[in-house]
Nanobody, 125 residues
Framework: EVQLQASGGGLVQAGGSLRLSCAASGFTRDDYAIGWFRQAPGKEREGVSCISRDESTYYLDSVKGRFTISSDNNKNTLSLQMNDLKPEDTAVYYC???????????????????WGQGTLVTVSS
């Protein structure tokens, strides 16, 4: 059974940092790209960052230089280090997996095959 479990959200002041984790199981990580998405109240879900099966990384323009996506040595845990957080980063954050046979990487949520539950990030001003 494919499972993705996101954790690490919380309340932080603007300028602070959080590290989100996504525990992946039930599939071969080498066959999938992993993306982080977020959805703020009243807004559409947007792709924040993506890491391909061979560890290439991609970012939404507004988070470049502040967020870093990475995977651990066995690739089963993905992290999103978020620094210099801004109130506009407030959202529920999700991790998701897309088969690399379909997409090397993508920021389109409808193209993802599996989703974890979200974790809430709140940035106060």
């Amino acid at each position: 059974e494919v499972q993705l479990q996101a954790s690490g959200g919380g309340l932080v002041q603007a300028g602070g940092s959080l590290r989100l984790s996504c525990a992946a199981s039930g599939f071969t990580r080498d066959d999938y790209a992993i993306g982080w998405f977020r959805q703020a109240p009243g807004k559409e879900r947007e792709g924040v960052s993506c890491i391909s099966r061979d560890e290439s990384t991609y970012y939404l323009d507004s988070v470049k230089g502040r967020f870093t996506i990475s995977s651990d040595n066995n690739k089963n845990t993905l992290s999103l280090q978020m620094n210099d957080l801004k109130p506009e980063d407030t959202a529920v954050y999700y991790c998701a997996a897309v088969s690399s046979s379909s997409y090397y990487y993508t920021f389109k949520s409808q193209q993802y095959d599996y989703w974890g539950q979200g974790t809430l990030v709140t940035v106060s001003s």
